[in-house]
C-alpha cells in the first residue's frame, strides 16, 4: 500500500505506518484539487488535516484512492457521500482531542473566577492590583453543561473533582456520571447555574441558538464559556450583558468568522472587555491530541488494510474483522438493498467455497460483509462478485 500524508501530521502517523510495512511519502501543506489529484496517482490511502478537500471530483478523477484518513476532528473537508460511493472508506480521530478541551475548559473557569487575566496585565503594565474583591473559589459553585457528550460528559468529571456542583441539559437522555445532574430543560439550567459551558455539537440547528434571551435568563454575575462552535453564539448579546455587568466573565474560544491562518488579524466585538479570555480555537489544540491523532487514525488504516476492519469509519458501516490466519477474507461493499448477501452467497457456493465465519453491517445506503474462507477464492468466484450490480467494492485478502 502507498500513503501519502500531507499537512504536516505528526511523525507517529509516517513511523507507525512505515513500521507496518508501507512506502510513505509526506508533504508538508495541504494541495488543492488539481494539485491533489495529480498527486493520488498510485496512491492507495491519504492523510489530510482540515485544509485538504477531498471533493466528489478528486474521488472520480481517482478511484484507486482506498482510504482517506482525516488526521483530525471534524470531516466536513471530505465528500462523505461521494466517498462511501466510490468505495472509499474514511476515518476521523473523534476522541483524541477530548482531555485537551476539557482542560482549557477547567482552566479557564478558575481564572474567570478569580480575574486572572486581568490581575497578570495589570502587573506587566506595573500595576499591584492585590484585591480578594470579585475573586472566587469554584469550590462549591454550580457548573452548567449544555451538550453532555464526549467532552462535556469528561468536564462533568473533573470538574467535581475540584469540588463543583454539576448539572447538564442534553436534546437526549444521558447517562449522568458521578454525582451529576440531568435538568429537563435550557431554562432550568441557566437559572440554576452560576458558570455555563457550552459542549454541544456542529448541528445547523444550533446556529445562532444562544442569544439575548438564553443570556438574560443566566444568574446575575455569571460566567460564560464556549469552546464549541462560533455559530451558537450571538456574541453581540453576550457583550452587551458583560458590559452591563450581568455577566461577570467569559471565554471564548470559537467564533462566528475565524481567520485561515496563523498570523492573519483578527477582529471581534469582545476585544478589549474585562475578564474575558479569547483564545483562537486552540482548545483541542496541544502536542499530546496531535501524537495521539497520528497514532490512532494511522492505525485505523494500518487495520484497514491488514484485516478489513472499518470500526470507528464515519462513512461506511463497521465491521470490526478481528485477525485470522491461513485462509482467504473477501471484504464486499455493497448497496444496502434486500437479498444482496444471499447473491453473494450463491455465488460463493456456486464456486464450491466454504464459508468458515460471515459478519454484515449495514449504515444507510452501504452494507458491509466480512467472510472468511479456509480456501483459497477462485479467481472466477471474485469475477462475478466484481460483476455484481450491488457491488461497490471488493478486496480479497490471503492471511498468512
Ligand atoms: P459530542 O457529539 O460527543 O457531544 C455533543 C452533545 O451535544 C451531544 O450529547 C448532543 O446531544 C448535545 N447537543 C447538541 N445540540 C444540543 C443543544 N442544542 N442543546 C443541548 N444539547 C445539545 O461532541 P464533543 O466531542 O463532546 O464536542 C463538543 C463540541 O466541541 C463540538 O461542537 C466540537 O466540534 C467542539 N470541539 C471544539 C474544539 C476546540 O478546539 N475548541 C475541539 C474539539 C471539539
Redo the contacts with the bound molecule.
Sequence with gaps: MKVLLLENIHDAARESLVHAGFEVETRSGALDEPELIEALAGVDMVGIRSKTQVTRAVLEARPELKVVGAFC??TNQIDLDAAAQAGTVVFNA?FS??RS?VELALAEIISLARHLTDKSAALHAGVWDKSAKGAHEVRGRTLGI???????AQLSVVAEAFGMHVYF????D?LPLGNATQVGS?DELLATCETITL?????A??AG?FGAEQFATMRPRSLFLN???GFVVDLEALRDNLVSGHIAGAAV??FPSEPKRAGDPFENCLQGIPNVILTP?????TEEAQLDIGRYVSGKLRDWAVTGATTMSVNVPAVAAPTVHGGTRILHLHKNVPGVLARVNTILSEGDVNIDSQQLSTKGEFGYAVTDLASDLPANTEQRLRGLEETVEVRVIVTA
Design positions: 476532528i471534524g473523534p482531542n477530548t478541551v449544555i451538550g453532555y457528550g464526549n467532552i462535556g441539559y442534553d436534546l437526549e444521558k435550557l459542549h454541544v455539537d456542529g448541528r440547528g444550533n441558538n469552546l464549541s462552535r474560544d470559537v480555537h486552540v482548545g483541542g489544540s
